[in-house]
């Protein structure tokens, strides 16, 4: 739904949820929560986490379609060039673990600088915590 309509991204970054869509979309987060075991305080947190983890994703894609003119000269065009220009770059002996991932290919074959994949491995990492999290909570 960001993706689909950015300018949301401008006012809503920084602020609490204020307005009616907002605070509909905390409650149901709140409601989808109930019988988990997680106090009042810890739900709040897990949506506000997961609202957080989609803002700053869908920020990085919108940035990302506009296109980074720090890299424009560079012939960077997506994260697979820009994987191979830091494996180039990067010196291993200052960027051990940075430098070997890129020297691996961790971005090799990415098509431009999005991926729903990526975005659906990190909210599965989130949610596995947040699963975690209620089975210690019942147990």
Do not use: C
């Amino acid at each position: 739904m960001l993706l689909r309509h950015t300018w949301l991204l401008s006012i809503t970054q920084y602020a609490p949820p204020l307005g009616p869509r907002r605070l509909l979309w905390l409650d149901r987060a709140l409601a989808a929560l109930a019988g988990t075991g997680l106090d009042d305080g810890e739900k709040m947190n897990v949506a506000s986490t997961l609202t957080g983890y989609a803002l700053t994703d869908a920020a990085l894609a919108r940035a990302a379609e506009s296109g980074f003119p720090e890299l424009d000269q560079s012939g960077v065009e997506g994260a697979d060039d820009y994987g191979e220009l830091l494996a180039e770059m990067l010196d291993p002996a200052t960027y051990p673990a940075l430098s070997a991932a890129m020297r691996g290919g961790a971005m090799r074959g990415a098509a431009g600088w999005t991926d729903d994949a990526d975005f659906t491995f990190g909210l599965g990492l989130l949610l596995d915590g947040v699963e975690q999290l209620i089975s210690r909570r019942s147990s």
